[in-house]
């Protein structure tokens, strides 16, 4: 496992190189490198960049596709800024990354720019202006919202004469439809050792009255006794899920394998393509909710920041801005079903037509909760993703995994406060 890390790292090196600190200085034409996803991402970003450009003559901006892996992109922009790397300008980061980033002095503040002045603050989402701040300082605009659903087979549900699921009680249920109408999977979710598994029960334990920085509580230990029992008890999930990603639900969804999914709002657009086994046949709801507690949504999604190394902040920060306009937003949220961080958009009628859960359903991106917004995040959430892991797969039971991963959660901001830090 180490090998295989090790080996990414030095690949991700070979691959986007980074020259060493020193004083920036302009050579004449302003170029500027954007490092962001790969795919229909980038290919989109490219055409919003041809636009800049033209509104921008005289800036030239070249985009930098990085790995889809979060863990693998994250390894390659702390390499990039660690070494002081000029090369790079705008970043679309994830938003766990940015209180890090910026206790790290990476990314540059954007409060009281002029290039960022009017900024519509009042119309983010709360936990995406959240997300974006560190010490109440803002370090980055955000860029797109994510926040878990849970999407249902409203035909089968219909001709069960069953309601969808609200809590998690009702999960149990599904078993029955799972058999009558003969599918492999009941309820789908992203169980392997990843980050994503973390947004999971986070969302069960905060929907359940519980919390993180106390994971060892009668609601936490409630809350995934419960995910748990819905492998090894109900056999509602199955043991695969342990080692299932976003993608491997939704294709497993998008192909009538499964009943019910947790994923983010992405996979909707996807699975209504035409041609899609379930066009037309799903639906999506709030995240089941415990019995001590109401639905809560883990937000996630991305924010675009200025490396503090840039040789072109100005630029860079005109960028960003022209990106992030509501218009921009909009256009993206339509091309590639990634949702706008701007509460208005969700009332938009252009976007409600194509995301008709919108209109109902913006209360769950309202209410979405962030991640611990702390630059030890990345420390918390290993942990957390270790032990949970565990838990599944009945390495540990729900009690000891909570109560072990609460003591190194500790250990971790004991250690950190030692060292002259604060969380």
């Not at 962001?36 to 989109?44: D, Q, R």
């Amino acid at each position: 496992m180490i090998g295989r890390i090790f080996l990414t790292f030095l690949l991700l090196l070979a691959a986007f190189p980074a020259p060493g600190c020193g004083p920036a200085r302009d050579q004449g034409t302003v170029t500027l490198v954007m490092a962001g996803g790969s795919g229909a991402e980038e290919a989109f970003a490219q055409r919003q960049l041809a636009a800049f450009e033209q509104a921008h003559p005289g800036v030239r901006v070249v985009y930098q596709a990085t790995p889809s892996s979060a863990s693998e992109r994250h390894t390659l922009f702390v390499t990039w800024l660690s070494s002081c790397s000029r090369d790079i300008d705008v970043l679309n980061l994830d938003v766990i990354w940015i209180p890090e980033f910026a206790a790290a002095g990476w990314l540059l503040p954007l409060d009281g720019r002029p290039e960022t002045a009017a900024l519509p603050l009042n119309d983010y989402l709360p936990a995406a202006l959240a997300s974006s701040r560190y010490r109440g300082r803002l370090y980055a605009l955000p860029w797109f919202a994510d926040a878990g659903l849970l999407y249902y087979r409203r035909d089968l549900y219909q001709a069960g004469g069953q309601p969808p699921p609200r809590t998690f009680r009702d999960l149990v249920a599904a078993r029955d439809l799972q058999e009558k109408f003969r599918l492999p999977y009941g309820f789908l979710f992203q169980g392997q050792a990843y980050e994503g598994l973390v947004t999971v029960v986070l969302e069960w334990l905060w929907s359940n009255g519980g919390g993180i920085f106390d994971p060892d509580t009668p609601e936490n230990r409630e809350a995934l006794a419960f995910l748990v029992d819905l492998i090894h008890r109900y056999q509602v999930a199955p043991l695969a899920v342990a080692t299932f990603l976003e993608e491997d639900c939704r294709r497993a969804f998008e192909q009538g394998n499964a009943l019910l999914m947790r994923n983010w709002p992405y996979a909707y657009a996807l699975m209504n393509r035409p041609g899609s086994p379930v066009k037309g046949k799903f639906a999506v709801l709030p995240v089941v909710h415990g019995p001590r507690g109401s639905p809560v949504s883990c937000f996630g999604g991305g924010a675009l920041g200025v490396s503090a190394y840039s040789r072109h902040p100005r630029e860079a920060l005109q960028l960003i801005r022209f990106l992030t306009r509501r218009d921009r937003l909009k256009a993206r949220a339509l091309a590639l079903g990634m949702l706008p961080p701007l509460k208005s958009l969700y009332y938009d009628p252009e976007l409600q037509a194509q995301f008709p859960y919108l209109k109902e359903l913006a209360p769950v991106f309202l209410t979405a909760r962030p991640r611990p917004i702390s630059p030890l995040y990345s420390f918390i959430g290993d942990i957390l993703r270790i032990h949970f892991s565990r838990a599944l797969t009945r390495q540990e039971t729900p009690a000891q995994a909570l109560k072990r991963a609460e003591e190194e959660i500790a250990r971790v901001l004991r250690r950190y406060r030692g060292a002259g830090g604060a969380p």
